[in-house]
């Protein structure tokens, strides 16, 4: 599976959007973009997840560029209960599923 | 309700005694895996599942062992071989393929 490279930390402001990178420059064509997120002390919680096209949930937004070398996850109007760790994965399809790694991940911290 | 149980939430041993860690999941779920998280740390895995009689090793399998009887449980059994045993323990399960995983709300381990 692709490495990916996020910011060790991120700041925002409640209310606004929360833009969080992910660089996964060596992804192949059969893998997928998955993030999670973990609030402190409890397991991680599926956010959302994208091969190419842009997705969106009740939660998030995934934004994939073209080249698919990186993505962006939006949180359209970030609250303090946002902050957490984000995790960006990239998972291949077939018989790799079941290694499902993680990363250091993103701190977000949402601020008043 | 659905979900994915781990117990007992805190959990303490004394050094050089096995100490075995439950994670029942009632979500139908093939795939199940353990992942060990240390202080401002991300998850890494110790053992995966994806069917019933089977599992392999992950990237920390050192001093830990597994069972897979059942379709619900995923045992994980850490040993007096295992050097830094206290830690944050997660269990996860899944569908097959390119699905969400699910997280239980952990054991934490301290070994004194």
């Known amino acids: 599976d692709a490495k990916t490279t996020q910011p060790t930390s991120m700041d925002c402001a409640e209310g606004r959007a929360a833009n969080l990178p992910c660089n996964h420059s060596?992804?192949?064509?059969?893998?997928?973009v998955y993030w999670y997120r973990q609030i402190h002390s409890q397991g991680p919680q599926y956010i959302i997840h994208?091969?190419?096209n842009n997705e969106t949930n009740e939660m998030a937004s995934l934004i994939i560029t073209e080249d698919r070398k990186s993505s962006t996850l939006i949180l359209p109007h970030a609250t303090l209960r946002d902050t957490a760790v984000y995790y960006c994965?990239?998972?291949?399809?077939?018989?790799?599923?079941?290694?499902?790694?993680f990363g250091q991940g993103t701190i977000l911290t949402v601020h008043p | 309700d659905g979900g994915i149980t781990q117990s007992p939430k805190y959990l303490f041993r004394k050094e050089g005694q096995n100490v075995t860690l439950s994670c029942e999941q009632n979500?139908?779920?093939?795939?199940m895996y353990w992942y060990r998280q240390d202080p401002g740390q991300g998850l890494r895995l110790i053992y995966y599942?994806?069917?019933?009689?089977?599992?392999q090793k992950g990237d920390i399998a050192e001093g830990y062992s597994v069972s897979r009887e059942k379709k619900e449980s995923f045992p994980l059994t850490v040993t007096s071989a295992q050097k830094n045993p206290t830690a944050f323990y997660l269990c996860?399960?899944?569908?097959?393929?390119?699905?969400?995983?699910?997280f239980g709300q952990g054991t934490r381990l301290t070994v004194v």
């Open positions: 994208g091969l190419k």
């Open positions: 994965i990239v998972l291949a399809g077939g018989t790799s599923y079941g290694k499902l790694t």
């Open positions: 996860a399960s899944s569908w097959q393929g390119l699905t969400e995983a699910f």
């Open positions: 599942s994806q069917i019933v009689n089977d599992f």
């Open positions: 979500l139908n779920h093939d795939a």
């Open positions: 060596t992804i192949s064509g059969n893998e997928y």
